[in-house]
């Protein structure tokens, strides 16, 4: 006589882990890029570095990790000032997975637990973060950037060229715009944003 086996269902994956794992770096990422072409008109003023933060604070640090490389590839897919060459996006995706490291250690420093909607210690912590990752981030696509251009110029005169994208009136004016947006969205929005993602995780069965 045959019976009728029933397929095990331990190897599927629980709605649980389908949220935590896809669906909340998911929605990071889509609201990434919603407000990445919301603001496209203001360049280096932008909510996806806060963003990738909040992912590393709230998700952990290789969630935030996920967030950061998945919303650069698709971005630059459709990115409105034309899509980068493949090494130029690598140090993109590097350079922002910064974000969420600080995020994540944001969290470890036990700073979620002194979140004001006003100024507070936390506020101190956000502006540190947003100083210390954007000047990184900066850093590192202007010494790529300066790296290319020698290389199309045929020049090894690489100080040179890391003098100009450093410190071009270009470059300094752009620096300004990402350092100074960041240093001011971080502690005014950063709040709203990480207990909006922790009232989120909740109501999923998150922890």
Do not use: C
């Not at 770096?25 to 496209?40: D, E, H, K, W």
């Not at 995020?103 to 979140?115: I, K, Q, V």
């Amino acid at each position: 006589m045959q019976t009728l086996s029933i397929p095990s269902t331990q190897s599927r994956p629980s709605a649980g882990v389908l949220t935590r794992e896809l669906l909340a770096p998911g929605a990071f990422v889509l609201a990434i890029l919603i407000s990445n072409y919301a603001l496209a008109a203001l360049p280096n003023v932008k909510l996806f570095d806060l963003l990738v933060f909040v992912a590393g604070a709230t998700l952990g640090l290789r969630r935030g990790l996920l967030v950061a490389a998945a919303a650069w590839l698709v971005y630059d897919m459709a990115n409105p000032w034309g899509p980068a060459q493949a090494p130029l996006l690598l140090t993109k995706v590097g350079a922002e997975m910064g974000y969420a490291v600080a995020g994540a250690l944001f969290a470890r420093l036990g700073m979620l637990n002194a979140l004001r909607l006003g100024p507070s210690k936390a506020s101190v912590g956000f502006v540190v973060a947003a100083l210390a990752t954007t000047i990184a981030y900066d850093l590192a696509t202007n010494l790529y950037t300066a790296y290319f251009w020698a290389g199309i110029a045929g020049s090894t005169e690489y100080a040179r060229w890391i003098g100009v994208t450093l410190f071009g009136p270009g470059a300094l004016l752009f620096m300004v715009l990402h350092v100074g947006s960041n240093v001011a969205l971080f502690p005014v929005f950063g709040p709203l944003l990480i207990k909006g993602a922790e009232k989120a995780k909740r109501s999923a069965g998150m922890k």
